[in-house]
């Protein structure tokens, strides 16, 4: 019995696979998905503070008792649903925005920031706005 129940934990761990990104990685693919470049430095920012480029990242620590998911912090209140929990706007399971696809996590941040900007960001809002941002000038020189 315990070896089967070891086999079980296993299975699950080696299913779940995240991603910590870097930042020139990131930026590139936030282009090719057609994030304006004059934004990527508040992206990058974004993600620094919110997740460290990790998106297996997980807040459960919101005053009103909300969770935060992935590498943009995107929350269950509004965005996405945990099981049949939540508003879902985003069309999409919670869990799935903590694995190493984030196609389903651009494609949620282009709605939120359509709606309200980067301010959506707590931590945009408290240590990126009005404040030094990484360049990302180095992810795209040639040959790189």
């Excluded at 129940?5 to 998905?33: D, H, P, Y």
């Excluded at 503070?49 to 909300?66: I, K, P, Q, V």
Aim: glycine share 6%; proline share 2%; with cysteine.
């Amino acid at each position: 019995m315990k070896l089967f129940f070891v086999a079980i934990v296993l299975a699950v761990v080696g299913t779940s696979s995240g991603k910590i990104f870097n930042k020139c990685e990131l930026a590139r693919l936030m282009l090719q998905n057609g994030f304006p470049r004059d934004q990527l430095s508040d992206w990058m920012c974004l993600v620094q503070n919110e997740s460290r480029f990790d998106t297996t990242a997980l807040n459960t620590r919101n005053t009103n008792g909300s969770k935060d998911y992935g590498l943009f912090q995107i929350n269950n209140y509004y965005w996405c649903a945990e099981g049949r929990v939540g508003a879902n706007d985003c069309k999409v399971q919670c869990s799935s925005l903590r694995d190493d696809n984030i196609a389903d996590d651009l494609r949620c941040i282009k709605l939120i920031y359509s709606r309200h900007g980067f301010t959506a960001w707590v931590a945009w809002t408290k240590k990126c706005r009005g404040k030094p941002k990484p360049s990302v000038a180095e992810c795209f020189v040639a040959g790189k």
